[in-house]
């Protein structure tokens, strides 16, 4: 769960400069959009597959998952294999279930909202170039950036956005050894109204629970 999920918050990065290729949008102005597009909404979900591949094995593993959000802080993530991250604007329940364990934690600056995360890029990546392109029969954004190294070449990535809805459709991550990492979104709804506990965990008896919240007494 952490490695899927934190790769959400690896990518919680902010763009400064991007060449202009093909496209008569820059890389910052589609960035721009897709963040005023997420302010509007009160509402926001899509369903993903993650999709790793080991080049030096050549094998590929998949998951699926579901990122459900209410603006301002409230979210929700559910990978197909029963792990599940939660907040609730106040707390984050981090669930593993295969150790059926939750980790309890304060909600803080670095528990951006999942699509942020998404529209949000680093300086740690060079900009290359904007294509305008077809991905899943919609006209689409490509934008492409390379990870800043002066040891080796580093790491390239690719976000594709829809032209019309300005909603992600995919991410790629390419490692300089060849390992391929891809996040494909579909499914996309908003503005949908919430069922009551959605942004909340339920703690069984049979959870370990592991509180790491901040309480006055850890400063004594």
Same mark, same amino acid.
């Given at each position: ?21 093909? $496209? ?6 589609? +960035? /721009? ?5 997420? =302010?509007?909404?009160?509402?926001? %979900? @899509? ?74 890029? $680093? ?6 170039? +904007? /294509? ?5 029969? =919609?006209?689409?954004?490509?934008? %492409? @950036? ?75």
């Amino acid at each position: 769960m952490k490695q899927s999920f934190y790769f959400f918050w690896f990518l919680s990065v902010q763009f400064t400069f991007l060449a202009n290729s093909g $496209s008569a949008l820059t890389g910052n102005e589609i +960035v /721009e959009k897709l963040q005023d597009q997420l =302010r509007q909404y009160k509402t926001f %979900s @899509m369903d993903f597959e993650k999709e790793f591949y080991w080049a030096a094995l050549n094998k590929t593993r998949s998951r699926k998952g579901k990122i459900e959000i209410e603006n301002p802080n409230q979210f929700r993530v559910q990978l197909d294999n029963g792990d599940v991250m939660v907040a609730d604007g106040f707390t984050v329940w981090s669930y593993i279930e295969h150790n059926k364990q939750v980790i309890i934690s304060d909600y803080d600056g670095g528990s951006s909202n999942p699509w942020q995360v998404f529209v949000d890029y $680093s300086s740690v990546f060079v900009p290359t170039v +904007v /294509e305008e392109t077809k991905i899943a029969g =919609r006209s689409a954004y490509m934008l %492409s @950036m390379r990870e800043k190294s002066s040891n080796e070449e580093g790491r390239l990535l690719k976000v594709w956005v829809d032209k019309k809805k300005w909603w992600l459709l995919q991410i790629e991550s390419i490692e300089s050894n060849g390992d391929l990492t891809t996040f494909k979104m579909k499914d996309h709804k908003i503005n949908k109204k919430n069922k009551p506990g959605k942004f909340s965990f339920v703690i069984s008896d049979s959870i370990d629970v592991l509180d790491r919240r901040y309480t006055p007494q850890m400063m004594e």
